[in-house]
């Protein structure tokens, strides 16, 4: 069976999940990938091992043709021409396809959740109008692409895919005299890493045997030293952590704080996890529900 998958940037957990398929060898996978990089990530490049296209490397006509010549098609992003291009193509072809996403429109406030739905409206308008399926990543998805778009198509919960062992065997003492709270993600206000900040301070007025590890960079850096700064001493800044250095750094932490206003998946929760963390997050992100 051929697979095509279209999807935004080579994050490592996209590339994972498709190097693992190639592994398994129980189909023909190509992936495209819209743009090389993402210029808002950090990340070093993964390792890919599965036939790849980048479309912003002079690879549309390869693209196209992949998804023409495939069993089956799946769209993992709609916001690019060429994605709204090749949707259309493939619907009218009539061919299988599925559309699959993170859940969609959990922003505040209000009038921006109701611009969202229309934005998607208008850009997914061949999905409104078929009874394709939809993959949703987790339940959190699921549910919020049901009620959306309604029951006359198959829904699937597909997240994210992960390689957890390697953060079962994460280095931690048994025998620390402090309590370290980590923080892994980007320094922005979707990830409520100024939650963390606050509630720290707090805690840190209560108890004296307690740190506050952050691990990322992002724009509230410099606000973050602020609220801090009362309890700075006990508080450490490490930086962007790269995809292989993550089993170390959970490894130094003892709770993993995941306070996301919203978050569609969240891999930081069951990399913690199976790091041997226990994990305080929001019922906003798909991955803690």
Known sequence: MKVFVLTDSP????????????THGNCELRVGYLRSRDPLRQWTPPEI?????????????????????????????????????????RAT???????????????QPAWAAVAGRLLRRWKLARLHGSSVPIWGIGKFA??????????????????????????????????RSERVFLFCGSLIDRKGVDLVARAFVRLAN????????????GALRESLLQILQPVSDRVEFTGFKNWNELPELYGSGDVLCVPSRYDGWGLVVPEGLA?????????????AL
């Not at 994050?11 to 190639?22: A, H, T």
């Not at 045997?209 to 691990?215: E, H, N």
């Open 93 to 107: 072809s009539r061919a299988p396809w599925c559309f699959w996403g993170e859940r969609p429109g959990f922003r």
């Open 11 to 22: 994050s490592p957990y996209q590339v994972e999940l498709f190097n693992e398929i190639e």
């Open 275 to 287: 790091s041997g963390l226990p994990v305080i997050a929001t019922e906003r992100m798909g991955a």
């Open 142 to 175: 699921v549910d919020e692409y049901r009620r959306e778009f309604g029951p006359r198509r198959p829904y699937f919960n597909l997240p994210y895919f992960s390689d957890l062992e390697r953060f079962e065997n994460a280095a931690r003492s048994t025998r």
């Open 206 to 217: 209560e108890f004296s045997d307690v740190r506050l590890k952050i691990a990322g960079d």
């Open 49 to 89: 091992r599965h036939d790849s296209i980048e479309l912003d490397a002079g690879g549309v006509r390869h693209a196209r043709e992949a998804a023409r010549d495939a069993d089956l098609v799946v769209f993992n992003y709609y916001f690019h021409s060429h994605a709204a291009e090749l949707i259309t193509e």
